[in-house]
């Protein structure tokens, strides 16, 4: 893993030396456009619509319209604005961790104590896990700067980048202001249904189905080729599932759905218990 920027946290006269990681990566499977009658690779040109050129890279400016006026940005003019060049983490202030709405939150990086003696970061992290308080903070990347919070994840200290303020949409959906009663019933059936539902979050128990299902048809387009038999490579499984047809009553609805979790819920402990007694049997065995 490669750090993409080295700098400090700095908080008073306290300077915490580190290296930036991103936290996260993409598992979608790589793929390029090609031509489907012959198979060529599609490449992109940028052609001037005034004098018809393929231009480089290095010789596109940027250019900003109102519907009244257009203004040509140069790289000279874009050098020239106040863009921080700080090599700081610089801590604004601490606020309560709750008070974080997740819908600001962007990019996740990882923050790796550069220090020989660490002791800095240490007492950071630990400060931060105590206090029950996350740190905001402005940090400089990529010659914007941007604003974040700095905060724990286990042994680590780590930063997220934040919108701002006004990139946040403001909206009033009608539906969320009507009158409808809702009844005791239906909100206790509902809690019900939630209780069903209720488990301890396990990341690792999820997996994106899309990408799987696309690495398998590839890989079996490698072995099989443009013969492959779509319909017994993907059979329809959900020719057999059978939704008891459309269920309009909310309360019907909800009785239904806290059913179907339960029973559902029961055959899941009892194909555990299953097992547990097969491996039982299988110990008796080989003793």
């Known amino acids: 893993m490669r750090a993409i920027w080295k700098g400090s946290i700095a908080f008073g006269l306290v300077n915490v030396p580190v290296k930036l990681y991103s936290a996260t990566e993409n598992h979608d499977v790589d793929m390029h456009q090609v031509h489907d009658k012959d198979g060529g690779r599609i490449r992109y040109q940028r052609r001037c619509e005034v004098c018809d050129e393929i231009v480089e890279y290095s010789e596109i400016d940027k250019a900003y319209e109102d519907g009244e006026h257009r203004v040509i940005l140069t790289?000279?003019?874009?050098?020239?604005?106040?863009?921080?060049?700080?090599?700081?983490?610089?801590v604004l202030q601490f606020v309560p961790n709750d008070q974080i709405d997740p819908i600001m939150l962007e990019r996740s990086y990882f923050l790796e104590p550069t220090s020989k003696t660490p002791k800095a970061y240490l007492l950071l992290r630990q400060t931060l896990e105590k206090a029950d308080k996350t740190a905001i903070v402005k940090v400089t990347l990529r010659t914007r700067t941007r604003l974040a919070i700095l905060r724990t994840r286990g042994k680590l200290l780590m930063i997220q980048t934040l919108r701002w303020a006004d990139e946040i949409r403001e909206v009033d959906f009608k539906g969320v202001n009507s009158r409808a009663k809702i009844s005791d019933k239906e909100l206790e059936m509902s809690a019900q249904l939630v209780e069903t539902y209720s488990e301890d979050f396990t990341?690792?128990?999820?997996?994106?189905?899309?990408?799987?299902?696309?690495?398998?048809?590839?890989?079996?387009?490698?072995?099989?080729?443009?013969?492959?038999?779509?319909?017994?490579?993907?059979?329809?499984?959900?020719?057999?599932?059978?939704?008891?047809?459309?269920?309009?009553?909310?309360?019907?609805?909800?009785?239904?759905?806290?059913?179907?979790?339960?029973?559902?819920?029961?055959?899941?402990?009892?194909?555990?218990?299953?097992?547990?007694?097969?491996?039982?049997?299988?110990?008796?065995?080989?003793?």
Do not use: C, W
């Not at 790289?75 to 610089?90: V, Y």
């Not at 239904?256 to 008796?284: A, E, F, L, P, Y």
């Open 203 to 287: 990341p690792a128990e999820f997996t994106d189905d899309y990408q799987e299902e696309l690495k398998k048809l590839i890989d079996a387009k490698i072995e099989s080729g443009e013969t492959l038999d779509l319909e017994e490579t993907f059979p329809d499984e959900d020719e057999d599932d059978d939704t008891g047809g459309d269920v309009v009553d909310l309360m019907e609805a909800l009785r239904q759905s806290v059913d179907r979790s339960r029973s559902s819920k029961k055959s899941g402990s009892k194909q555990s218990g299953s097992n547990k007694s097969s491996r039982k049997s299988t110990k008796k065995k080989a003793s």
């Open 75 to 90: 790289k000279d003019d874009f050098e020239a604005l106040p863009a921080e060049d700080n090599d700081d983490i610089d």
